[in-house]
């Protein structure tokens, strides 16, 4: 059968297509630019591409004259804290439903509730007396006060729990009669049987942990701990007397494409987990 | 939540809830506890005093014409992001759920804007409206338009909106395009051959079907814009001009950490509990769901 080309829905899906496009194409293209020709309102979409050698000038040296570190290293701290939060959260939520769900011990419901109640505490509503909490704790300007305090999950919990309590008895029961205590049956059944859900929840949680602004500009004032999100922000209040327009279009590419090719590469698990995190 | 088939032991799995349990409690309750105590006291400028004194922070709060304007402005805010980045998301994916070539690379360019960070999306629109520099600012200025969000509060929140929803597209996305793939074909056909026109089988049919989604992204888009768009805030207007893009969390940020109103900023911290509350009950009363931390 002839089939038409449904004109309207490519144009209105082209259009959507332009419109997330363009702001990145626009940045990547500027990056090659004059910063004294963008400062006078030259801005182009052509990209000048025997200009592409600014990436690598960002990544060695940062923004050079302004005093700001190399953006690599930037990017070391983004993906350390993106990684150690992903797993992080992964890790603990696993161990806490395995214990709520194939477990009794005291207080059990109390802990899964507590865990719970974390759902309705973000950073956001909450900054000062954190803030005054990683002080006492002399957490501010660490690693660990980057990473440490965001690993607690509510959502990645209750999608363990949920995946674990599909696991048949029947299934259960066969594990114990071959001998399985119960580190072995977290390991040879349910870290198998939930792999995907880890999947998505890996990409959901290192994009979560990559774009954090507030929590590393409430706890990290150190400059050696910068995120990239953080160093491209600063960069855009700095004050200078020619602002380095184009480097600082260079460190929004930089900042913009890991976590997108983890969304792409990963895009199956994403779409699907996502759905199911949010049941 | 009960299972048969249990293991035994007690330490095994108290050792497993404990890490999860150590980093709730001290930074997530113990701020709260902090955050609700100081809400209720004032300590003098020494820091050596500090003393119960009611609701009287609460009460300067609501008298304070800068914090009602703050909420009046976060809601219409909240209200414009979620419109926004809903509505335009209900079209893509009523048009990406169409049997056409190359949907599936539409579907991944229109997805990738997920991972995009809300303040670097930020700094995207600087060089997009930015009156001198930005590519489409500077030829309003050109076409004597005088367009300044760095001087003009209206043009500043306006932009700080359309910058915060242009990053909430994609996940709406994701979840208007999973609805329309979970309509049966039948029911479409069964309307068309009643001979509905587009249209009005998108509004009599698609769009009552796609109601539990569209009420659970309401939850969380309103959740997004009144907490998730500190960054892009910050990095586009830093809730200027004057208090003109400062929404509540944003003044929390002002008030505690740069002005170190300690019992003002308690108290708003206070208030911001509540309506994550709210809208958290809401969500799980009447859809059993729940948003991503």
Redesign the interface.
Request: hydrophobic share 60%; no cysteine.
């Given at each position: 059968m002839h089939r038409r080309i449904d004109w309207p829905a490519h144009l209105v899906l082209l259009l959507g297509v332009a419109l997330f496009a363009f702001p990145v194409w626009l940045v990547f293209a500027g990056a090659t630019q004059d910063a004294g020709a963008i400062n006078r309102g030259d801005l182009s979409l052509i990209p000048d591409f025997s200009h592409l050698g600014i990436f690598l000038s960002v990544l060695l040296h940062g923004y050079g004259e302004a005093g700001g570190h190399p953006a690599w290293r930037m990017l070391m701290i983004s993906a350390g804290m993106a990684l150690s939060i992903a797993i992080g959260k992964i890790v603990i939520s696993m161990l806490s439903a395995y214990a709520v769900v194939f477990f009794r011990f005291p207080f059990r419901m109390a802990a899964f509730w507590t865990i719970f109640i974390t759902l309705m505490l973000p950073v956001e509503v909450r900054i000062i007396p954190t803030y005054a909490v990683m002080a006492d704790f002399h957490m501010i300007d660490s690693f660990a006060g980057l990473t440490v305090p965001l690993i607690a999950s509510a959502t990645a919990t209750l999608l363990f729990r949920q995946v674990y309590l599909a696991i048949p008895d029947e299934l259960v029961e066969a594990a114990r009669m071959d001998g399985a205590g119960p580190i072995r049956f977290l390991f040879d059944m349910l870290i198998p049987v939930s792999s995907a859900n880890m999947a998505a929840l890996f990409v959901i949680l290192f994009v979560y942990g990559w774009n954090q602004y507030l929590w590393p500009l409430l706890v990290a004032t150190d400059p050696r701990l910068d995120t990239i999100v953080i160093g491209i922000v600063q960069l855009t209040f700095g004050g200078f007397t020619l602002t380095p327009w184009n480097t600082m279009m260079a460190m929004a590419v930089l900042a913009i494409v890991p976590p997108v090719v983890v969304v792409m590469a990963m895009q199956r698990w994403f779409v699907r987990g996502l759905a199911e995190v949010e049941k | 939540?009960d299972?048969?088939?249990?293991?035994g032991?007690?330490l095994?799995?108290?050792a497993?809830?404990l890490?999860?349990?150590l980093?709730?409690?001290?930074?997530?309750?113990?701020?709260?506890?902090?955050?609700i105590y100081?809400s209720f006291t004032r300590t003098d400028a020494f820091g050596l005093h500090t003393r119960f004194i009611g609701f009287a922070n609460f009460v300067s709060l609501l008298d304070d014409a800068g914090y009602r304007a703050a909420f009046g402005r976060t809601a219409i805010f909240c209200a414009l992001v979620t419109l926004l980045a809903m509505a335009?998301a209900l079209?893509?994916a009523v048009?990406?759920d169409?049997?056409?070539?190359g949907r599936a690379i539409?579907r991944?360019?229109?997805?990738?804007?997920?991972?995009?960070?809300?303040?670097?999306?930020?700094?995207?629109?600087?060089?997009?409206m930015h009156p001198?520099?930005?590519?489409v600012g500077?030829e309003l200025g050109r076409l004597g338009i005088h367009w300044d969000y760095t001087v003009n509060g209206a043009q500043a929140l306006g932009l700080v909106i359309v910058a915060s929803a242009?990053t909430q597209?994609?996940?709406n996305f994701?979840?208007y395009l999973?609805g329309l793939q979970s309509i049966p074909s039948s029911v479409i056909e069964a309307a068309r051959m009643d001979g509905a026109g587009g249209f009005r089988r998108f509004r009599t049919i698609v769009l009552p079907l796609l109601m539990p989604t569209t009420f659970?992204l309401l939850i969380?888009n309103l959740v997004y814009a009144a907490?998730?768009t500190?960054?892009t805030i910050?990095?586009l207007t830093?809730g200027g001009p004057g208090q003109a893009t400062v929404t509540l969390?944003v003044k929390?940020?002002r008030d505690?950490?740069v002005n170190l109103d300690?019992a003002g900023?308690?108290a708003q911290?206070v208030i911001?509990?509540l309506?994550?509350?709210g809208l958290?009950a809401v969500q799980f009363r009447f859809l059993g769901?729940?948003?991503?931390?």
């Open positions: - | 939540m299972r048969r088939t249990i293991f032991g007690r095994l799995p108290i497993f809830v890490p999860q349990l980093v709730t409690f001290l930074f997530f309750l113990l701020p709260a506890g902090k955050a100081g335009s079209l893509f048009f990406a169409h049997e056409i070539r539409y991944t360019l229109l997805i990738w804007p997920y991972a995009v960070a809300p303040a670097v999306s930020a700094v995207l629109w600087v060089f997009v001198e520099v930005g590519i500077r242009w597209v994609s996940y994701v979840f999973a659970f969380v907490f998730d500190f960054g910050m990095a830093r969390v929390v940020y505690g950490v300690l900023s308690s911290s911001l509990m309506i994550v509350i958290t769901r729940r948003t991503i931390s």
